[in-house]
């Protein structure tokens, strides 16, 4: 049974960051792209970055790229989203999610609960 499970969300200070973490099991993440994605109130779900089985290459969407880093541990069967620089615009529920295909191709089956960020003053 896949399942995702992020962790590190939380309320944050402009400009400030945080790391947020997905756990995956019961699937091989050796040979599986995760991405990350958030919703926020009233919007659509928008892809914020992914990464592929190999390591590389990774994508990020253009509101977050030189601010988000998304790396991954397979040997502990995380994946990581290190977000800097953060602004209210980022406030979001934020989910890992996969199809379990080996590349980034902007389409998930399975997602994780989501967690909250909120970047406030």
């Known amino acids: 049974q896949v399942q995702l499970v992020e962790s590190g969300g939380g309320l944050v200070q402009p400009g400030k960051s945080l790391r947020l973490s997905c756990l995956a099991n019961?699937?091989?993440?050796?040979?599986?792209?995760i991405g990350w994605l958030r919703q926020a109130p009233g919007k659509g779900r928008e892809g914020v970055a992914c990464?592929?089985?190999?390591?590389?290459?990774?994508y990020y969407a253009d509101s977050v790229r030189g601010r988000f880093t998304i790396s991954r541990d397979n040997a502990k069967n995380m994946v990581y989203l290190q977000m800097n620089s953060l602004t209210p615009e980022d406030t979001a529920t934020y989910y890992c999610?996969?199809?379990?295909?080996?590349?980034?191709?902007?389409?998930?089956?399975?997602w994780g609960q989501g967690i909250q960020v909120t970047v406030s003053s």
């Open positions: 019961g699937f091989d993440l050796d040979i599986s792209a």
């Open positions: 999610a996969t199809d379990l295909g080996a590349t980034c191709r902007g389409r998930y089956a399975w």
């Open positions: 990464i592929s089985s190999t390591y590389i290459p990774t």
